[in-house]
């Protein structure tokens, strides 16, 4: 999921968390010590705003990291004024008042983003989707994608999406097992796959002529024919693509899906050559 810029909202929140602080932190400490050279500077009979060698380099860093950061985050105001500072670090005349302006800008353009907060229970399944199903991916790498947003989705708490894209991951396995029971129907995936591998295991063993173990069709008849009652009562097609009908997926339910996914997928790779 992400905003503008291409930017995550986990990068969002670890910007605002991690990187924030860091930047305001930077920020004070710059106006301490440029309140305290100013000081020394007017004890020394100088002007209060010159800054010497070394402290328009300390300046220079914490203002360009700090710029860094708001591009990062499309805070456009914070870079334009970043920019204002950084000329007046040049020009030698930077002012202690804009540097606050600065933090206080920062704080007003990050109100008006919105950040979802991740449970850390779930931030495995959002920053690493592919975590646990490497080796199903491996075999079937066109499910990456819809592996990534299942684990997301659930991440997020968006449990029908979830459910969605279990059956897409599902499917991808079902068009596999669908090319090696030689289906006909031109709308390959769940009602293509579950009809040929119905009618091969239903003519009964001396009938097969898959290549495939008939033991293992039908242990995978069973379970899909079952997966297909529990799930696919709740979901339709529209365009060729299957849709949740009504989001009524509790979190436990919608794990269950998953991980029963992930189960049948793995007795599919034992079973396929």
Same mark, same amino acid.
């Given at each position: 999921m992400?905003?503008?810029?291409g930017v995550?909202?986990?990068?969002l929140?670890?910007?605002?968390?991690?990187?924030?602080?860091?930047i305001?932190?930077?920020?004070?400490d710059?106006?301490?010590?440029r309140?305290v050279?100013?000081?020394?500077n007017?004890?020394?009979?100088?002007?209060?705003?010159?800054?010497?060698?070394?402290s328009?380099?300390?300046?220079?860093q914490?203002?360009?990291?700090?710029?860094?950061?708001?591009?990062?985050l499309?805070?456009?105001?914070?870079?334009?004024?970043?920019?204002?500072?950084?000329?007046?670090?040049? %020009?030698?005349?930077?002012?202690?008042?804009? =540097?606050? $302006?600065l #933090?206080?800008?920062?704080?007003?353009? *990050?109100?008006t983003? &919105?950040?979802v907060?991740?449970?850390?229970?779930?931030?495995d399944?959002?920053?690493?989707?592919?975590?646990?199903?490497?080796?199903?991916l491996?075999?079937?790498?066109?499910?990456?994608?819809?592996?990534e947003?299942?684990?997301?989705c659930?991440?997020?708490c968006?449990?029908?999406?979830?459910?969605?894209?279990?059956?897409?991951v599902?499917?991808?396995?079902?068009?596999?097992?669908?090319?090696?029971l030689?289906?006909t129907?031109?709308k390959e995936?769940w009602?293509? %796959?579950?009809?040929?591998?119905?009618?091969? =295991?239903n $003519?009964? #063993?001396?009938q097969?002529?898959?290549? *495939?173990?008939?033991? &293992?069709?039908?242990?995978?008849?069973a379970?899909?024919q079952?997966?297909?009652?529990?799930?696919?009562?709740?979901?339709?097609?529209a365009s060729g693509k299957?849709?949740?009908?009504?989001?009524?997926?509790?979190?436990?339910?919608?794990?269950?899906?998953?991980?029963?996914?992930?189960?049948?997928l793995?007795?599919?790779?034992?079973?396929?050559?």
């Open positions: 992400t905003l503008a810029g995550c909202l986990l990068e929140l670890r910007f605002y968390a991690e990187a924030y602080v860091g305001g932190k930077e920020l004070l710059l106006e301490v010590c309140q050279d100013a000081s020394e007017e004890g020394k009979g100088l002007p209060g705003d010159v800054l010497d060698d070394d328009q380099q300390d300046a220079l914490v203002i360009e990291n700090a710029k860094k950061g708001f591009e990062k499309g805070l456009k105001v914070c870079v334009l004024h970043a920019n204002e500072l950084l000329y007046s670090i040049h %020009s030698g005349s930077l002012d202690m008042r804009d =540097v606050r $302006a #933090h206080h800008n920062m704080d007003r353009e *990050l109100s983003h &919105f950040f907060g991740v449970p850390e229970s779930k931030k399944l959002y920053c690493n989707p592919k975590k646990g199903w490497e080796e199903i491996a075999k079937f790498p066109s499910a990456t994608e819809d592996t947003e299942m684990n997301k659930y991440a997020l968006r449990y029908s999406a979830a459910v969605f894209h279990s059956l897409l599902v499917e991808h396995g079902l068009i596999a097992l669908g090319k090696l030689s289906v129907d031109p995936g009602d293509a %796959s579950c009809k040929k591998l119905a009618s091969v =295991v $003519a009964g #063993h001396s097969n002529s898959t290549g *495939l173990n008939f033991a &293992f069709l039908e242990q995978v008849n379970c899909i079952t997966m297909k009652l529990a799930w696919r009562n709740k979901v339709n097609h299957p849709i949740v009908m009504y989001g009524s997926f509790s979190p436990d339910v919608t794990e269950d899906i998953i991980a029963a996914s992930r189960s049948f793995r007795r599919l790779i034992e079973g396929i050559p």
